[in-house]
C-alpha cells in the first residue's frame, strides 16, 4: 500500500506526526499535505511503531526526490560546490532506506541553504539590481578597510548595514560582526564531534525540538524540504547537547532557521552560541530572565524616551508585553521577513541596543494612534498593522496590504490605514533619534532592573510551590513559607559554597531528562542527597544518637523519598517527610519507620559496624524458646496471644479503608536495624528509662509474634526432623524466612502507654525551623573558613 502511494502522491505528504497534544481523540495521527490539507487517523493499533515506519520511508522518499534528484532536474551549475559533506559511518545495514536516512540525519551542510532554496519575491529584477549594487558597495568598502576580523568599523558600515547586507555576504559579515569565526576557528572539528555525539539520542529538548522543526519559517521552500529540516534538527540538537541548562527553548528554531538560510551549518551553530550565549545572556532558558529585564529596562526608556506617550498610557506593561516577541525573535516573528533579516544584519553589527532603539522608534511612529487607544487589543492591532507593512529597498514599491489588515482596516473605523514604511529609513531614523542610548546605559538600566524581575520571579515561583503543595499537607502556611526558604537555601549554599561539581552535576540532571511526572515549578529547586542531609540533620524532631546513625537514616529517608530514582528530592517530597513526622497521628509516624527499615530504603549494601542491640545480637537467631517450662504462665500467655489475635485483625479492617497496597513483611535483619533505631531515638529524653522499658517489652513481644508466626508455618517439617544436622539445616531455614508485619509491630507497640505518649507528643516545628534559620549558615563556617584561607 505504502509502496503505492510513494510511488503517486507520496511526494505530496509533508509530515506525519502523533498529535496527543492537539487532541482528545485516542491515539491520533495527523498526516499534513503540501496542498495544505490534513487528515486525522485514529484509534490505530501499534501507533507509535506505525508512525516510526511511515516517517522513516517518508524521509527516504523526500531524500530520493530532492538530495538524488537527476541531473535535469537541478538548476545547480555542474561546477558549483556541492552543498553537503557526509560523515563516516557504518553501513552495515541491509536496508538501503535506512542507510539513506542515516546519511540524511548525518549530512551536514558546507553551504548556506540558501544557495539551493530561493524564496519568489515580486520585483525579482530589481532586487538582483541592488543586490549588485550593494555587493560592490562593500566591495569597496572592504578594498579601502580591510575585510574579516582585519576590518575597521566606519561609519560608512553603520549605513551599508542600516541597507541590508547583499544574501551573498551576509553570513561572513555575520560571523565578523558576532566575533563567531573566532570560535569556529579554535574549536575546528567540534561541531561535527557534537552532531556525531547527539543525534539518536531522545529527552525532553529532543522532544521538543521534533515538535517545533516543521513549524520554523514553514513558507519558505528550504524548510519545505528534508535536507532543510535535518539540517536544523541538527544545529538545535548539537546545542542543547553542548548546553543542557539551555537545552532547547521556544523561538530558538525561528532565529537558527535564518541562520541557516545565510551561512553554512556549522557557522550558524556558531553564531546560535553568540546569541545564546553572549549577546542575548539569559534570554534562551525556560524563565527567560534576560528577556523579562530587557521588558523592564524598556518600559523606563519609554517614560524616559517618549514622556507624552507615557503620560496618556500610564500603564506600560501591555506595550512591554507586545513587545517580548521582538526582543525574542530580533523581529523575525512579526516584520516581512526580508525586511525582518535587515534588523538581524544590524542586531549583529551593534548588539542588542538597536532592537531597543528600533523598539522606541516604532512606537514613536504611532504614539498617536496609541495614546488614542481605549483597550489593549487595539493598541496590539496598532502595531500589527504597522509591523507588517514595513518593506525593504528593493520591493516597497510593491508591497501589498496583507489580506488580515485590509480586512481590519475596513471593519474598524478607529485604527486608520498607515502608509508603507521602509525599513532602512525606519532603522535610520531610530539610529538617529535614539542615537545617543548606548550600550552603558543599558547595561546599567539592567542591572537595576535584574534584581526586581529575580525577585518578582521568585516569589511567583514560591507562590505557586506552595500552592500546589499546601492542599497535600496539614503544614501551617507559615511555617511551609518558612521551609520553602530552607529548602532554597540549602539548594544556593551547596551551589555557591559546596562541591561546585557535584552541585552542577545535580543542577544539570534535573533538566536532562523527560520527567513528565513532574512540573516546572517542582523541578526548579530539588536536593540532591548531601543537601538534603543537611537538612534532615536540622528538621528532624527526634534525636537519632549518634551523627553515623543520623547519616544512616538521612541517606534512607532520601532513598524512600526519591521515588523516581533521579537522586534528586523534590520540595513536595520533602514537605510531606515533615508533614508525616510533624502532624499526623501516630499510625503515619510508624508506619514511616517501619517503611525506613525496608527496602528499597534499607539496602543489602549498606554498612553499618554493628548490628546488635541490648537485647539483640546477630551471633544468635532471633529465636524464643517456648519449650521451656513456665507451669504458671501458660494459660496467661495463651490469653494475651488470643487477645493479641483479635487486636490484630481489627487494626487490619480499620487501615484496609487507607492503604490500597499492604507493606512487605520485615525479616530480622531489618527487625534488628528497626530496633536500633527505636533505641537511639530516645536518648535525652526526660522518660528514657521508662521508654527503654517499654521498648524491650515490645521487642520481646514481637519476637514471640513472629516465632509463633514461622512455627506454624514449619510445623509439618520439623516434625519429620529426626537427625541433629538436619534439624541444624532447619533451623537456619527458620531464621532465615522469620518475618513480622507493620500490623504486628504496630499493635505491639500500642501496647505500652509511654511509647504511644512519645509518638503522640506534638512536636513543635516553629522552633524547629527557627534554630535551623540559625545553624544552616554555621555548617558551613567552617567551609567558608579554608576558602578564605587559601
Given at each position: 500500500m505504502w509502496k503505492e502511494t510513494s510511488r503517486g502522491r507520496g511526494k505530496d505528504v509533508l509530515s506525519i506526526e502523533k498529535a496527543e497534544s492537539t487532541s482528545p481523540l485516542p491515539n491520533p495521527v495527523i498526516v499534513s499535505m503540501r496542498t495544505k490539507k490534513a487528515f486525522q487517523l485514529i484509534d490505530l493499533l501499534e501507533r507509535d511503531e506505525l508512525v516510526e515506519s511511515m516517517n522513516s520511508r517518508l524521509r527516504a522518499l523526500q531524500w530520493k526526490h530532492s538530495v538524488f534528484r537527476n541531473k535535469k532536474d537541478s538548476r545547480r551549475s555542474v561546477t558549483s560546490p556541492t552543498p553537503y559533506y557526509t560523515f563516516y559511518y557504518d553501513t552495515g545495514f541491509s536496508d538501503e532506506e535506512k542507510v539513506e536516512e542515516q546519511v540524511l540525519r548525518n549530512t551536514v551542510n558546507s553551504e548556506a541553504l540558501m544557495t539551493a532554496f530561493h524564496q519568489s519575491q515580486p520585483g525579482n529584477y530589481e532586487n538582483k539590481s541592488m543586490e549588485l549594487v550593494k555587493e560592490r558597495l562593500w566591495e569597496d568598502h572592504f578594498t579601502e578597510f580591510g575585510r574579516g576580523v582585519h576590518m575597521f568599523r566606519t561609519e560608512k558600515i553603520q549605513r551599508l548595514v542600516a541597507m541590508g547586507i547583499p544574501e551573498s555576504l551576509r553570513g561572513e559579515l555575520w560571523m565578523t560582526f558576532s566575533d563567531a569565526c573566532s570560535e569556529l576557528e579554535s574549536h575546528q572539528g567540534y561541531y561535527a564531534s557534537l552532531v556525531q555525539k547527539s543525534m539518536g539520542h531522545s529527552n525532553l529538548a529532543t522532544d521538543e525540538i521534533e515538535r517545533d522543526l516543521h513549524r520554523s519559517l514553514p513558507d519558505h521552500p528550504a524548510f519545505q524540504n528534508p535536507t532543510g529540516i535535518a539540517a536544523l534538527r541538527r544545529v538545535l540538537t548539537a546545542y542543547a547537547h553542548r548546553n543542557p541548562k539551555i537545552g532547547y527553548c521556544q523561538s530558538m528554531n525561528i532565529l537558527t532557521s535564518v541562520l541557516l538560510l545565510y551561512a553554512k551549518e556549522e557557522e550558524a551553530f556558531w553564531l546560535l552560541v553568540a546569541v545564546c550565549e553572549r549577546m542575548l545572556p539569559d534570554y534562551f532558558n525556560r524563565r527567560v530572565i534576560g528577556a523579562q529585564v530587557d521588558q523592564s529596562v524598556f518600559e523606563e526608556l519609554i517614560r524616559e524616551r517618549l514622556p507624552e506617550l507615557a503620560e496618556q498610557v500610564p500603564d506600560l506593561s501591555t506595550l512591554s508585553s507586545v513587545s517580548l516577541s521582538w526582543f525574542l525573535t530580533l523581529f523575525l516573528s512579526v516584520l516581512p521577513f526580508q525586511s525582518a533579516v535587515c534588523v538581524v544584519d544590524c542586531f549583529f553589527f551593534q548588539g542588542i541596543k538597536v532592537i531597543f532603539q528600533l523598539g522606541l522608534a516604532v512606537l514613536d511612529a504611532n504614539s498617536a494612534q496609541l495614546s488614542a487607544c481605549t483597550d489593549d487589543g487595539q493598541a496590539l492591532m496598532i502595531l500589527t498593522s504597522f509591523l507588517e507593512q514595513v518593506g525593504n529597498t528593493e520591493s516597497a514599491c510593491v508591497l501589498s496590504t496583507p489580506p488580515a489588515a485590509e480586512e481590519n482596516s475596513c471593519s474598524d473605523t478607529d485604527i486608520p490605514t498607515t502608509r508603507h514604511t521602509n525599513i532602512t529609513d525606519l532603522i535610520n531614523e531610530a539610529l538617529g533619534k535614539f542615537r545617543d542610548l548606548t550600550v552603558q546605559q543599558i547595561e546599567r538600566l539592567r542591572c537595576l532592573h535584574r534584581v526586581r524581575v529575580l525577585q518578582a520571579h521568585e516569589d511567583t515561583i514560591k507562590d505557586n510551590t506552595l500552592r500546589l503543595v499546601s492542599s497535600d499537607v496539614s503544614i501551617s502556611p507559615e511555617n511551609l513559607?518558612?521551609?520553602?526558604?530552607?529548602?532554597?537555601?540549602?539548594?544556593?549554599?551547596t551551589?555557591?559554597?559546596?562541591?561546585?561539581?557535584?552541585?552542577?552535576?545535580?543542577?544539570?540532571?534535573?533538566?536532562?531528562?523527560?520527567?513528565?511526572?513532574h512540573s516546572f515549578v517542582e523541578r526548579l529547586y530539588r536536593l540532591d542527597r548531601p543537601q538534603f542531609k543537611s537538612l534532615f540533620g536540622l528538621l528532624a524532631p527526634w534525636s537519632s544518637g549518634s551523627s553515623q546513625h543520623t547519616d544512616i537514616l538521612a541517606n534512607r529517608t532520601f532513598i524512600l523519598l526519591d521515588q523516581d530514582?533521579?537522586?534528586?528530592?523534590?520540595?513536595?517530597?520533602?514537605?510531606?517527610?515533615?508533614?508525616?513526622?510533624?502532624?499526623?497521628?501516630?499510625?503515619?509516624?510508624?508506619?514511616?519507620?517501619?517503611?525506613?527499615h525496608i527496602p528499597p530504603a534499607l539496602t543489602e549494601s549498606e554498612d553499618e559496624p554493628s548490628l546488635t542491640s541490648p537485647l539483640l545480637s546477630t551471633n544468635r537467631p532471633l529465636y524464643v524458646n517456648k519449650d521451656t517450662p513456665v507451669p504458671d504462665s501458660r494459660e496467661e500467655v495463651k490469653d494475651y496471644q488470643e487477645q493479641l489475635k483479635q487486636m490484630l485483625q481489627d487494626l487490619v479492617k480499620e487501615k484496609e479503608k487507607d492503604v490500597d497496597k499492604p507493606l512487605p513483611l520485615m525479616n530480622q535483619r531489618e527487625f534488628i536495624q528497626f530496633c536500633k533505631t527505636l533505641y537511639s531515638m530516645f536518648h535525652g529524653e526526660p522518660e528514657e528509662n521508662d521508654l527503654f522499658q517499654a521498648i524491650a517489652k515490645v521487642t520481646s513481644l514481637v519476637l514471640q509474634i513472629g516465632e509463633a508466626g514461622h512455627r506454624e508455618q514449619t510445623k509439618a517439617s520439623e516434625e519429620k526432623t529426626a537427625e541433629p544436622t538436619q534439624a541444624s539445616d532447619g533451623a537456619l531455614a527458620a531464621d532465615d524466612e522469620w518475618t513480622v508485619s507493620y500490623a504486628q509491630i504496630l499493635a505491639s507497640l500500642l501496647t505500652e502507654q509511654a511509647l504511644v505518649n512519645f509518638f503522640e507528643k506534638p512536636a513543635d516545628l516553629l522552633a524547629k525551623i527557627a534554630q535551623a534559620k540559625q545553624n544552616q549558615y554555621q555548617q558551613r563556617a567552617g567551609l567558608l573558613t579554608l576558602g578564605g584561607t587559601r
Amino acid at each position: 500500500m505504502w509502496k503505492e502511494t510513494s510511488r503517486g502522491r507520496g511526494k505530496d505528504v509533508l509530515s506525519i506526526e502523533k498529535a496527543e497534544s492537539t487532541s482528545p481523540l485516542p491515539n491520533p495521527v495527523i498526516v499534513s499535505m503540501r496542498t495544505k490539507k490534513a487528515f486525522q487517523l485514529i484509534d490505530l493499533l501499534e501507533r507509535d511503531e506505525l508512525v516510526e515506519s511511515m516517517n522513516s520511508r517518508l524521509r527516504a522518499l523526500q531524500w530520493k526526490h530532492s538530495v538524488f534528484r537527476n541531473k535535469k532536474d537541478s538548476r545547480r551549475s555542474v561546477t558549483s560546490p556541492t552543498p553537503y559533506y557526509t560523515f563516516y559511518y557504518d553501513t552495515g545495514f541491509s536496508d538501503e532506506e535506512k542507510v539513506e536516512e542515516q546519511v540524511l540525519r548525518n549530512t551536514v551542510n558546507s553551504e548556506a541553504l540558501m544557495t539551493a532554496f530561493h524564496q519568489s519575491q515580486p520585483g525579482n529584477y530589481e532586487n538582483k539590481s541592488m543586490e549588485l549594487v550593494k555587493e560592490r558597495l562593500w566591495e569597496d568598502h572592504f578594498t579601502e578597510f580591510g575585510r574579516g576580523v582585519h576590518m575597521f568599523r566606519t561609519e560608512k558600515i553603520q549605513r551599508l548595514v542600516a541597507m541590508g547586507i547583499p544574501e551573498s555576504l551576509r553570513g561572513e559579515l555575520w560571523m565578523t560582526f558576532s566575533d563567531a569565526c573566532s570560535e569556529l576557528e579554535s574549536h575546528q572539528g567540534y561541531y561535527a564531534s557534537l552532531v556525531q555525539k547527539s543525534m539518536g539520542h531522545s529527552n525532553l529538548a529532543t522532544d521538543e525540538i521534533e515538535r517545533d522543526l516543521h513549524r520554523s519559517l514553514p513558507d519558505h521552500p528550504a524548510f519545505q524540504n528534508p535536507t532543510g529540516i535535518a539540517a536544523l534538527r541538527r544545529v538545535l540538537t548539537a546545542y542543547a547537547h553542548r548546553n543542557p541548562k539551555i537545552g532547547y527553548c521556544q523561538s530558538m528554531n525561528i532565529l537558527t532557521s535564518v541562520l541557516l538560510l545565510y551561512a553554512k551549518e556549522e557557522e550558524a551553530f556558531w553564531l546560535l552560541v553568540a546569541v545564546c550565549e553572549r549577546m542575548l545572556p539569559d534570554y534562551f532558558n525556560r524563565r527567560v530572565i534576560g528577556a523579562q529585564v530587557d521588558q523592564s529596562v524598556f518600559e523606563e526608556l519609554i517614560r524616559e524616551r517618549l514622556p507624552e506617550l507615557a503620560e496618556q498610557v500610564p500603564d506600560l506593561s501591555t506595550l512591554s508585553s507586545v513587545s517580548l516577541s521582538w526582543f525574542l525573535t530580533l523581529f523575525l516573528s512579526v516584520l516581512p521577513f526580508q525586511s525582518a533579516v535587515c534588523v538581524v544584519d544590524c542586531f549583529f553589527f551593534q548588539g542588542i541596543k538597536v532592537i531597543f532603539q528600533l523598539g522606541l522608534a516604532v512606537l514613536d511612529a504611532n504614539s498617536a494612534q496609541l495614546s488614542a487607544c481605549t483597550d489593549d487589543g487595539q493598541a496590539l492591532m496598532i502595531l500589527t498593522s504597522f509591523l507588517e507593512q514595513v518593506g525593504n529597498t528593493e520591493s516597497a514599491c510593491v508591497l501589498s496590504t496583507p489580506p488580515a489588515a485590509e480586512e481590519n482596516s475596513c471593519s474598524d473605523t478607529d485604527i486608520p490605514t498607515t502608509r508603507h514604511t521602509n525599513i532602512t529609513d525606519l532603522i535610520n531614523e531610530a539610529l538617529g533619534k535614539f542615537r545617543d542610548l548606548t550600550v552603558q546605559q543599558i547595561e546599567r538600566l539592567r542591572c537595576l532592573h535584574r534584581v526586581r524581575v529575580l525577585q518578582a520571579h521568585e516569589d511567583t515561583i514560591k507562590d505557586n510551590t506552595l500552592r500546589l503543595v499546601s492542599s497535600d499537607v496539614s503544614i501551617s502556611p507559615e511555617n511551609l513559607d518558612d521551609l520553602f526558604d530552607l529548602f532554597k537555601t540549602e539548594h544556593f549554599i551547596t551551589l555557591y559554597w559546596g562541591d561546585s561539581s557535584s552541585a552542577a552535576a545535580a543542577e544539570a540532571a534535573a533538566w536532562q531528562h523527560t520527567d513528565s511526572g513532574h512540573s516546572f515549578v517542582e523541578r526548579l529547586y530539588r536536593l540532591d542527597r548531601p543537601q538534603f542531609k543537611s537538612l534532615f540533620g536540622l528538621l528532624a524532631p527526634w534525636s537519632s544518637g549518634s551523627s553515623q546513625h543520623t547519616d544512616i537514616l538521612a541517606n534512607r529517608t532520601f532513598i524512600l523519598l526519591d521515588q523516581d530514582r533521579d537522586n534528586l528530592v523534590t520540595f513536595k517530597e520533602f514537605a510531606s517527610w515533615l508533614d508525616t513526622l510533624y502532624c499526623e497521628d501516630l499510625n503515619e509516624k510508624i508506619r514511616l519507620l517501619y517503611r525506613l527499615h525496608i527496602p528499597p530504603a534499607l539496602t543489602e549494601s549498606e554498612d553499618e559496624p554493628s548490628l546488635t542491640s541490648p537485647l539483640l545480637s546477630t551471633n544468635r537467631p532471633l529465636y524464643v524458646n517456648k519449650d521451656t517450662p513456665v507451669p504458671d504462665s501458660r494459660e496467661e500467655v495463651k490469653d494475651y496471644q488470643e487477645q493479641l489475635k483479635q487486636m490484630l485483625q481489627d487494626l487490619v479492617k480499620e487501615k484496609e479503608k487507607d492503604v490500597d497496597k499492604p507493606l512487605p513483611l520485615m525479616n530480622q535483619r531489618e527487625f534488628i536495624q528497626f530496633c536500633k533505631t527505636l533505641y537511639s531515638m530516645f536518648h535525652g529524653e526526660p522518660e528514657e528509662n521508662d521508654l527503654f522499658q517499654a521498648i524491650a517489652k515490645v521487642t520481646s513481644l514481637v519476637l514471640q509474634i513472629g516465632e509463633a508466626g514461622h512455627r506454624e508455618q514449619t510445623k509439618a517439617s520439623e516434625e519429620k526432623t529426626a537427625e541433629p544436622t538436619q534439624a541444624s539445616d532447619g533451623a537456619l531455614a527458620a531464621d532465615d524466612e522469620w518475618t513480622v508485619s507493620y500490623a504486628q509491630i504496630l499493635a505491639s507497640l500500642l501496647t505500652e502507654q509511654a511509647l504511644v505518649n512519645f509518638f503522640e507528643k506534638p512536636a513543635d516545628l516553629l522552633a524547629k525551623i527557627a534554630q535551623a534559620k540559625q545553624n544552616q549558615y554555621q555548617q558551613r563556617a567552617g567551609l567558608l573558613t579554608l576558602g578564605g584561607t587559601r
